[in-house]
């Protein structure tokens, strides 16, 4: 009996017939993963001073199975082992489901600092007196988002010990990230505020910080499926150096955005906002701490969690210009942002809790340096079935360097032209 091929073990025509059969990708579609280089006339519009494209390796996560739903996951990533931890960290999972995930809210802030105030009291009665008003304003140009409310907030200048009054405006972004519209709604009201309090204006642009734009995504791991309860206790024993300790949460994060980070860039996604937002809320109790946190069930199995802001899109900004991340989002076949940020974050979810198993076990280099062998085989020099033999031959000998893997492809080559 035939069995059918894993996803890993499929050639790139085989994985490309699979996304197809997946999704409703046409031909160009399907050409434009395998050729994506874009006409520099193109380019030279989306950046200033354009040469040319610098290319990521684009893969597919496999096993996602959140809220029931599966999913296809593209991520572009150039470090080994990401995609394959991801996917096998999915697998896990889906023996409870899979994951449950939550996106709150699709609220960002847009900031209008006012200074040199006579009566910072007086301002802020006016601009709560003309909330209405200025609300209309902003609103005026706006097709797709609405901005729904503006407050005031007083905030001690901690360079000079002086005060400022910060108008923060509310919008609703529905299904965009939102920025563009944001900064044009508030240099909008800008030099209103600034006639009505007699102040000066001075930034006048969004926070990044989407506190009202929380994704949640949660997972239960079978601790038989894990190793048994010996490992469950040495994840929650890692988890707990993490989270008490800064130097170790740094890392522990950056292995979340790994994959979060990944998922963003395949679809288009502004994953510097979201890197920033991230480390921001993994502060937000005065303390550098983990985004994710694990816990042991009464039956005694892993339950990981995530809570983290994300402010996504799937309308507007590059997403709907760069045909990979068109695409990206197509194979995805999310119809929200919350949808999308559902499945951004249960991504990071796994790619952490790969990680932290991997640490607590066998250590993190055993699969990852298996696989950056055979990005040292390459830069060797070696080709086809040359990459495997040398990049083996590298990990066997515990010797992953360029240098040895010279040797070894000078050696396989000296010995094929000596047999030929």
Known sequence: MKTEKKFYEMNLEERLSFIASKTNLTKNEISTIVNQALPFEKIDRMIENAIGIFSLPLGIATNFVINGKDYLVPMAIEEPSVIAAASHAAKLSTFFGGFKASAYGSIMRGQIQITDLLDIKNSIHIISKNKEALLSIA????????????????????VDNQKMLVAELYVDCKDSMGANSINSMCELLGPEIERMTNGKVILKILSNYSTERIAISQATFKKEELGGSLVVDRILSAFAFAFSDPHRAVTHNKGIMNGIDAVSIATGQDFRAIEAAAHAYASRDGKYRTLTTFSKSSEGDLIGRIEIPLSVGIVGGISSVHPVAKIGLKILGVKSAGELACVIASVGLAQNFAAIRALSTEGIQQG????????????????????????????????????????ILHKVQNRELGSA
């Open 368 to 407: 990852h340096m298996k696989l950056h062998a055979k990005n040292i085989a390459v830069a060797a020099g070696a080709t086809g079935k040359l990459v495997d033999i040398v990049s083996e031959t590298m990990y066997k000998q515990s010797n992953i360097s360029l240098d040895n893997a010279r040797a």
């Open 139 to 158: 609103n005026s140009r706006s097709k797709n988002v609405k901005a729904l409310d503006l407050k005031t907030r007083v905030i001690k200048n901690d």
